[in-house]
């Protein structure tokens, strides 16, 4: 039986680490345990308020697929929802805590481990959404495997399906200096998230935990630029960007984006 892996390893240069594939060994048990403690199941739902219920019911959404389910939150806020909800993870440890926090609350999620590169290896079914959500989508560090995730998210929705994908505001991180507040999205009071680094191609964040406990995460600081392009380029035909659930915003007060993004078909003399 191979023993679980209790610290964070980034060898000996942890800033050179900068590989998609590392997000596995950084969600350690250890850390896992206490990531709850860093969102805060009921401060984040007030935060959020009903918004992601809001924009997927206006699209007239009901199977939704969540890739991005860490341990839990957005699945079972969906099914409270009455959204039917698929639960993907590619780390095996947040899956196992995410379907522990669904029982708790009264749920049994359907789970998938998948890698979202090869989503549709073992993802066999269409989704009128597909959510990624809590920053997620920053763990992947190449483009080649950004535009390939958001290939298989394309061709898991139904032809007038949406993406809805979030992300920290790493313009606001790399331009202005700015650190994140913590109001929306990480609202635990009994942990501090710090970007250690940050270059054009890796943020590094701390987080630190009242018990002394300190971890990191590796992440890539996209820009909204970038990332409202590269899912145009994909075949998304129209991106919509909220900031902290407004749609407008000063650039540099948001702490996150969300990405409304429409597969369906929308004709040249709508979009202008």
């Excluded at 350690?28 to 401060?43: M, P, R, T, Y």
């Excluded at 860490?70 to 805590?97: C, N």
């Excluded at 950004?146 to 929705?157: D, F, G």
Aim: proline content about 3%.
């Amino acid at each position: 039986m191979l023993q679980e892996k209790k610290r964070q390893d980034y060898g000996e240069d942890p800033l050179a680490v900068r590989e998609s594939d590392k997000y596995q060994e950084e969600y350690v048990h250890s850390f896992v345990d206490k990531w709850d403690e860093l969102i805060d199941w009921d401060g984040r739902a007030e935060a959020e308020g009903s918004f992601f219920i809001e924009k997927l019911k206006a699209h007239g959404a009901k199977k939704i697929l969540d890739v991005a389910t860490g341990t839990g939150f957005h699945s079972v806020q969906l099914l409270r929802a009455g959204f039917e909800v698929t639960s993907v993870d590619g780390s095996p440890v947040m899956l196992a805590k995410a379907f522990e926090n669904a029982r708790k609350r009264g749920h049994i999620l359907q789970t998938i481990q998948a890698d979202w590169r090869f989503l549709n290896r073992s993802v066999h079914d269409l989704y009128d959404a597909v959510v990624c959500l809590g920053n997620s989508f920053t763990h992947l560090h190449h483009e080649n495997d950004r535009r390939k995730a958001l290939a298989e998210y394309y061709a898991t929705l139904r032809h007038d399906g949406i993406l809805i994908l979030d992300q920290r505001n790493y313009d606001a991180i790399l331009d202005k200096q700015i650190e994140p507040t913590h109001n929306y999205y990480y609202c635990g009071d009994n942990v501090s998230a710090t970007p250690e680094h940050v270059d054009e191609a890796l943020a590094r964040f701390r987080y630190n935990f009242n018990d002394g406990s300190e971890f990191h995460l590796n992440m890539f600081p996209l820009r909204k630029a970038y990332m409202q392009r590269l899912m145009k380029e994909v075949g998304f035909q129209r991106v919509t960007t909220y900031g902290d659930f407004q749609e407008t915003y000063r650039e540099s007060e948001p702490d996150f984006f969300i990405h409304v993004a429409e597969k369906k078909y929308i004709p040249t003399e709508e979009m202008e």
